[in-house]
C-alpha cells in the first residue's frame, strides 16, 4: 500500500464538533453542543462570506419578529456531525420557523449564528426577495448526507 | 373550510381567493401562498401579473412562504482542490 496525500476526513468531521483548536484563542470547557439561531434581512444588507457574527444592522423588523431572530429547534441544534466518503457534514435537526410575522420590508437572506459563542456567524443563504403577513416563513432542510447536508466538508 | 390568519384577524377560507406560487432558485424551491379577499380590487388580479418581485398582489391578506433548500454549502479541501480530487 502507498501513503496518499489528503485532508483526514475524520478532521473535518472533528471540525465540526471544535475537537481541534489550531490557534490559542479556543477554550471550550462544555461538552454539550451550542445553540444556534436564524436571523433574516432586508435585500439592501450585505452578508455574505465577510460576515462574521450576527448584527441588528439591516435585519428585518415586524410584527411577531423579535430582534436575533428564532432559535434552531431540536436537541441537539444540529445532526451529529458525520462523514460519507471523504465529505464531513451536518444539518439543522429541524425546519427553521418564523411564525405568524408581518414583514413588509422586502428580504433575501437568512443568517444561522452561533448565539453560544458570541453570535459568531456559520452561514448566509439567500434567495428571492420576499415579503410574509400574518403568516410563517419556513426554511425546510435539505437531507442530511453528503452530496446536500447545509454544511459540507469535502 | 380552513381557518387562515389575516391582516382583519382568522377567517374562514372560503372568504378569500388563494394562489400558489413556486419559483426554482439555486438555493432551492420557493412557493408562496398568498390570500386575498374574494372581491379585491389590486390590479395584479387584472393583469395576472405580480405587481412587486416580493408578492403577487399588494392588497393581500395573508402571505406564507416556504423555501425548501435543496442543497447546503460546501467547503472543498484545499488539497483536494490542489490534486484535482
Known amino acids: 500500500m502507498a501513503n496518499t496525500q489528503a485532508l483526514c476526513t475524520s478532521f473535518k468531521v472533528e ?7 489550531l ?18 434581512y432586508v435585500a439592501t444588507a450585505t452578508l455574505g462570506a465577510g460576515t462574521t457574527a450576527y448584527s441588528s444592522t439591516n435585519e428585518v423588523s415586524g410584527t411577531n419578529y423579535t430582534a436575533g431572530g428564532v432559535d434552531l429547534t431540536g436537541s441537539p441544534d444540529w445532526v451529529a456531525p458525520n462523514s460519507s466518503g471523504t465529505t464531513a457534514f451536518s444539518t439543522p435537526t429541524n425546519s427553521i420557523v418564523f411564525t405568524n410575522v408581518t414583514l ?14 458570541s453570535n459568531k456567524a456559520v452561514c448566509v443563504l439567500t434567495f428571492g426577495s420576499q415579503t ?3 403568516g ?19 | 373550510m380552513a381557518e ?10 372560503s372568504q378569500l381567493q388563494r394562489r400558489e406560487d413556486s419559483f426554482d432558485e439555486e438555493v432551492g424551491t420557493l412557493t408562496a401562498v398568498e390570500y386575498c379577499l374574494l372581491d ?13 418581485p416580493e408578492h403577487f398582489c399588494s392588497l393581500h391578506v395573508h ?15 484545499v488539497l483536494n482542490a490542489l490534486l484535482g480530487a
Not at chain 1, 471540525?15 to 483548536?21: D, G
Open chain 2, 40 to 52: 379585491c380590487p389590486g390590479e395584479a388580479h387584472k393583469t395576472g401579473q405580480r405587481d412587486k
Open chain 2, 4 to 13: 387562515v390568519n389575516t391582516t382583519h384577524g382568522p377567517m374562514d377560507d
Open chain 1, 104 to 117: 413588509t420590508t422586502a428580504f433575501d437572506a437568512v443568517l444561522i449564528y452561533n448565539s453560544t459563542q
Open chain 1, 15 to 21: 471540525l465540526l464538533n471544535a475537537i481541534h483548536a
Open chain 1, 132 to 134: 410574509i403577513t400574518a
Open chain 1, 23 to 40: 490557534g490559542t484563542t479556543v477554550t471550550r470547557g462544555a461538552t454539550t453542543a451550542d445553540s444556534f439561531k436564524a436571523a433574516l
Open chain 1, 136 to 154: 410563517n416563513f419556513t426554511l425546510t432542510m435539505p437531507t442530511n448526507d453528503s452530496s446536500t447536508g447545509l454544511i459540507r466538508l469535502a
Open chain 2, 63 to 77: 402571505r406564507s412562504v416556504n423555501l425548501a433548500v435543496k442543497e447546503g454549502l460546501e467547503i472543498s479541501g
